[in-house]
Antibody
Framework: EVQLLESGGGLVQPGGSLRLSCAAS????????MSWVRQAPGKGLEWVST????????YSADSVKGRFTISRDNSNNMLYLQMNSLRAEDTAVYYC???????????????WGRGTLVTVSS | QSVLTQPPSVSGAPGQRVTISCTGS?????????VHWYQQLPGTAPKLLIY???NRPSGVPDRFSGSKSGTSASLAIIGLQAEDEADYYC???????????FGGGTKLTVL
């Protein structure tokens, strides 16, 4: 059974940093691209960042580019999101999601974690 | 606003059929990229509902179906049930943004 368990969320002041983690199990982690997707309170889903299976390449939304860094540890089945220079508009539930699909541009998210809440406020 | 446009809300009585549209452009759906759909029940994480335009993962009832044409896609639900009340999101890839995009979401109310 695929399981994705996020951790690391919490309250942080504007301009601060936070590191989210996602522990994966139930599948061959090193074979799949992984992403972070967020959802602001009462709002829709927003793709944040994606990292390829080997960790060689990553992609990020313009809204977080230069501030957030996605990484992975395939030896320990872990996904990370380092978030710096946090803003109020980064307040959201952050989901870890596994990718699947034929060809990167046709990827979809076949499994999601339960999410971790990040609140940016003074 | 979202790159993919969905109606904010739809509703239907139990047993009825409803459809949810997802309108994109030439840089996403119209470019030939697949459309996928997710169901988000209140207070829970999204769940994959339809992948690659019209395929259902194991365990998803055949009451749910997807289609795609031109720059748009649709999710159809027949035989509405109370448990279908949820938010539904479409998703694709956008070559102009170089990233994956979601629709704004549609809240389905079962009357």
């Amino acid at each position: 059974e695929v399981q994705l368990l996020e951790s690391g969320g919490g309250l942080v002041q504007p301009g601060g940093s936070l590191r989210l983690s996602c522990a994966a199990s139930g599948f061959t982690f090193s074979s799949y691209g992984m992403s972070w997707v967020r959802q602001a309170p009462g709002k829709g889903l927003e793709w944040v960042s994606t990292i390829l299976a080997a960790g060689s390449d990553s992609y990020s939304a313009d809204s977080v580019k230069g501030r957030f860094t996605i990484s992975r540890d395939n030896s320990n089945n872990m996904l990370y999101l380092q978030m710096n220079s946090l803003r109020a508009e980064d307040t959201a539930v952050y989901y870890c999601a596994k990718h699947r699909g034929s060809g990167m541009r046709n990827w979809y998210f076949d499994f999601w974690g339960r999410g971790t809440l990040v609140t940016v406020s003074s | 606003q979202s790159v993919l446009t969905q109606p904010p809300s739809v509703s239907g009585a139990p047993g009825q059929r409803v459809t949810i549209s997802c309108t994109g452009s030439s840089s996403n759906i119209g470019a030939g990229y697949d459309v996928h759909w997710y169901q988000q029940l209140p207070g829970t994480a999204p769940k994959l509902l339809i992948y690659e335009n019209n395929n259902r993962p194991s365990g998803v009832p055949d009451r749910f179906s997807g289609s795609k044409s031109g720059t748009s896609a649709s999710l159809a639900i027949i035989g509405l049930q109370a448990e279908d009340e949820a938010d539904y999101y479409c998703q694709s890839y956008d070559s102009s943004l170089s990233g994956w995009v979601f629709g704004g979401g549609t809240k389905l109310t079962v009357l």
